[in-house]
């Protein structure tokens, strides 16, 4: 059974940076396609970034472009989201995702990955 844990949420200010990390448990993680996403309060779930299994492609939602950077380490089952420049509105739920299918058409969609985690709770204050 696969297990995906987030880990690095936390409180900080505007213009501030956080280092979200997700583990997988279960099956190796070179398995699967990796993405977070996020939801914030009386909102819909949206996708923030996601990445290939080799890592050669990544995908990023256009609000967080050239502020977040996902990565992968295979050999120790990891993903990490790296946030920089972090504003209020990035404030949210982060969840991190698994999928093994992967179709550039539905690249961005939440009801494409299979495996969720609980989420970390990220707060950006003004």
């Known amino acids: 059974q696969v297990q995906v844990v987030e880990s690095g949420g936390g409180l900080v200010q505007a213009g501030g940076s956080l280092r979200l990390s997700c583990e997988v448990s279960g099956r190796t993680i070179e398995r699967y396609v990796m993405g977070w996403f996020r939801q914030a309060p009386g909102k819909e779930r949206e996708f923030v970034a996601a990445i290939t299994w080799s890592g050669f492609r990544s995908y990023y939602a256009d609000s967080v472009k050239g502020r977040f950077t996902i990565s992968r380490d295979n050999a120790k089952n990891l993903v990490d989201l790296q946030m920089t420049s972090l504003k209020p509105e990035d404030t949210g739920i982060y969840y991190c995702?698994?999928?093994?299918?992967?179709?550039?058409?539905?690249?961005?969609?939440?009801?494409?990955?299979?495996?969720w985690g609980q989420g970390t709770q990220v707060t950006v204050s003004s």
């Open positions: 995702a698994a999928r093994t299918t992967w179709t550039e058409a539905t690249a961005r969609l939440a009801t494409a990955f299979d495996h």
